[in-house]
């Protein structure tokens, strides 16, 4: 990991992040910000997240409609619901087959993400109902 830069600004926008784990959207994560830093702008926030991807503490997720952003830099699947779009860490027990065949094959994989999308258990309940 990369040395930064320490600000108050950006020192609370790292806790915010790692404070969560809904997976928030910039927006959310200027609005946290705005609690602490009334005058602060969006282009900061963006900005600084940008610079947390850069330095390896934070990682951007692609959605259909917007990027979310994640502190929790463990290696992680990621459940993304069609319904309500919440976005939920899944924790593999063991190696996967996927990376296993990567591994075989002479592949050095250093770090692995993988996106899921279909129905959480909350939604499956109401579209039940």
Known sequence: MAATKHSK?????????????????????????????????????YRNLKHMIEIGIARELYTDNSSRFDANMSDHYHFMCKCCGKLFDIFPQGESSELKQLKDCGFSVDRYDLSIYGVCTECGKAEQS
């Open 9 to 45: 600004q950006r020192d609370a926008l790292i806790e915010i992040l790692q404070s969560t784990d809904t997976h928030p959207t910039a927006e959310w994560v200027y609005d946290k910000m705005r609690e602490k830093f009334p005058n602060v702008s969006l282009a900061t926030v």
